[in-house]
């Protein structure tokens, strides 16, 4: 597959999905578009407590969409992706399970990106039949590249 045909599909299924923004990529999809274009970046929504110890993606991009304990909202979220990523790059959103991550690509959007698309899963997925995450789907449970934080 090329890059144009998986941000293609990914924008169909933002289509299908009424997204505010580009698209939204299986966590298989975003990676293949990291290594083909070079102005993807991923951008990890998730709190610093999740990046140190659930894990990471390596050069992800790392901005708090919410800050833990609490879960209280980052008002500098929009401010400090602007000073990290002009907006001629390619966003890919990530977060625990892909929620985050839509809200962190709506945020993105209203503020002129325009080729923004949520990591669909996220890193860790659903939950299983234990309640653990990590092994239904997920960036983790596709085996994509990730370091512990």
């Not at 999809?29 to 999740?50: G, K, M, N």
């Not at 800050?67 to 001629?88: E, S």
Request: with cysteine; hydrophobic share 45%.
């Amino acid at each position: 597959m090329t890059v144009e045909s998986i941000l293609a599909t990914a924008q169909a299924r933002g289509s299908e999905l009424g997204l505010s923004y580009s698209g939204a990529l299986t966590p298989a999809e975003a990676w293949a578009v990291c290594q083909a274009l070079p102005q993807a970046v991923i951008v990890d929504v998730r709190s610093a407590a999740e990046w140190q110890f659930v894990g990471v993606v390596p050069e992800a991009v790392r901005i708090e969409l919410r800050a833990f304990p609490g879960m209280v909202p980052n008002a500098g979220f929009v401010a400090q992706l602007q000073q990290q990523l002009g907006r001629d790059k390619t966003v890919l959103f990530l977060c625990r399970s892909g929620a985050r991550s839509d809200e962190a690509a709506r945020l993105a959007a209203e503020a002129g990106y325009d080729n923004v698309y949520n990591i669909l899963e996220g890193f860790e997925g659903d939950r299983d039949s234990q309640q653990h995450r990590g092994t239904v789907n997920g960036w983790k449970a596709h085996g994509l590249p990730w370091i512990q934080g």
